[in-house]
């Protein structure tokens, strides 16, 4: 995935009224094709087929693949964004699940970079015991 998720729906716009085929947006804001298939796979594109026989897709759709991006960027796996999108459709009577989840992702990451920390720091104590016996 992009290093940094850019905020796809700010940049929206088209000449024919606003609207992109599904292929057409994952060129130009470089969409990588695992979201597109993903974004397809969950069911999220509902919008009508344009003349290329694409699914045209609008700035609502735009904001669902920036939340897919962001949500792999952040360490989700694919069957968390798909429940994580699920409660995103339940609106604001899910917005206590979706901090518990994201509090829950964060707490796993913190977690692997302390565990990261200790690795660093045996390699270091391991380097400063070698220098050590160069130095006598």
Do not use: W
């Not at 940094?4 to 992109?20: I, N, P, Y």
């Amino acid at each position: 995935f992009r290093k940094a998720a850019v905020r796809l729906e700010t940049s929206f716009k088209k000449e024919r009224g606003g609207k992109l085929t599904i292929t057409e947006a994952g060129k130009q804001y470089k969409i990588p094709v695992d979201i597109l298939q993903e974004y397809m796979t969950l069911g999220l594109a509902k919008n009508t087929k344009g003349m290329s026989g694409d699914l045209e897709c609008e700035e609502k759709d735009l904001e669902i693949l920036n939340l897919l991006i962001l949500l792999h960027e952040s360490g989700f796996e694919k069957d968390e964004v798909k429940v994580y999108v699920q409660a995103v459709a339940g609106g604001k009577k899910t917005v206590r699940k979706r901090i518990r989840m994201l509090n829950q992702k964060r707490e796993e990451m913190l977690k692997e970079i302390h565990c990261k920390e200790g690795q660093v720091d045996r390699l270091d104590y391991l380097r400063y015991e070698l220098q050590k016996q160069t130095i006598k």
